[in-house]
């Protein structure tokens, strides 16, 4: 279960963070929410923190390291490899959806644009990820 552990969320697009924290908000789910703008940094916090995440929310196109460059770390490190990412982009490319997939996430969402939409994708996930087993 994540109920009581931090949330990942690597997006360097202003809008999106926020939209994520509203409904976050709005259903009520208080994790911490901690937020990097790219990879690079998102590895920095995994490599660095007290306590790991329960889950990373992933976007793809980022600058410095991308989201599938940040795949190709993490999941070779033991320890973090562990940890579920959902991927949360914009894009609708068949290749990114194969190479993330290859690379090991654990789901795949194409961010809405109509924000109940999105909201109700983030409620399934935290549903869905809440109820799940994981590792230690």
């Not at 208080?30 to 990879?39: F, I, K, P, Q, W």
């Not at 990114?96 to 795949?108: A, N």
Request: hydrophobic share 40%; aromatic share 8%; charged share 30%.
């Amino acid at each position: 279960m994540i109920l009581d552990k931090k949330i990942l969320l690597l997006e360097d697009d202003v809008v999106d963070v926020m939209t994520l924290k509203r409904a976050m908000k709005q259903l009520g789910i208080s994790n911490h929410l901690e937020v990097r703008e790219n990879g690079a940094e998102g590895l920095e916090y995994l490599l660095n923190c007290d306590e790991l995440p329960g889950i990373i929310f992933l976007d793809i196109n980022m600058p410095k390291m991308n989201g599938i460059e940040f795949l190709e770390i993490v999941k070779r490190n033991k320890d973090l490899a562990k940890i579920p990412i959902v991927v949360l982009t914009t894009s609708k490319d068949q290749e990114d959806r194969l190479i993330t997939f290859e690379k090991g996430i654990s789901g795949y969402m194409t961010k809405p644009v109509d924000y109940p939409q999105f909201k109700d994708m983030i409620a399934v996930i935290m549903k869905y990820w809440n109820f799940s087993e994981h590792p230690d």
